[in-house]
Nanobody, 125 residues
Framework: QVQLVESGGGLVQPGGSLRLSCAAS????????MGWYRQAPGKERELVAI???????????DIADSVKGRFTISRDNARNTVSLQMNSLEPEDTAVYYC???????????????WGQGTQVTVSS
């Protein structure tokens, strides 16, 4: 089992920045992919960004087109954390952001077995 705990959500004005962090514990050795999904009211959960945990200099990432150039995903394997730096936030980014992890690489929510409890991000003036 893997436990995930998110932090860093909150209220920010349009154009502002937030940094989300996810701390993983438990059977971390089995995890090969970690990342972030989000779900806005009335919408399906969607990919934001995911990254491999392989300990190499150029990990594989997948980032949603809607956030490319604004959001950056990174990981610290020594601390078992994955982070999401969100810049130039827009009202459309308002959602609950979930950390996800799995033993295999995937890009759809149903491919991930482990989820955090979610953290609210609200972008509003």
């Amino acid at each position: 089992q893997v436990q995930l705990v998110e932090s860093g959500g909150g209220l920010v004005q349009p154009g502002g920045s937030l940094r989300l962090s996810c701390a993983a514990s438990g059977s971390i050795v089995s995890v090969s992919a970690m990342g972030w999904y989000r779900q806005a009211p009335g919408k399906e959960r969607e990919l934001v960004a995911i990254i491999t945990r392989a300990n190499d200099a150029n990990p594989t990432t997948d980032i949603a087109d809607s956030v490319k150039g604004r959001f950056t995903i990174s990981r610290d394997n020594a601390r078992n954390t994955v982070s999401l730096q969100m810049n130039s936030l827009e009202p459309e980014d308002t959602a609950v952001y979930y950390c996800a992890a799995d033993e295999r690489w995937g890009t759809t929510p149903n491919e991930y077995d482990y989820w955090g409890q979610g953290t609210q991000v609200t972008v509003s003036s």
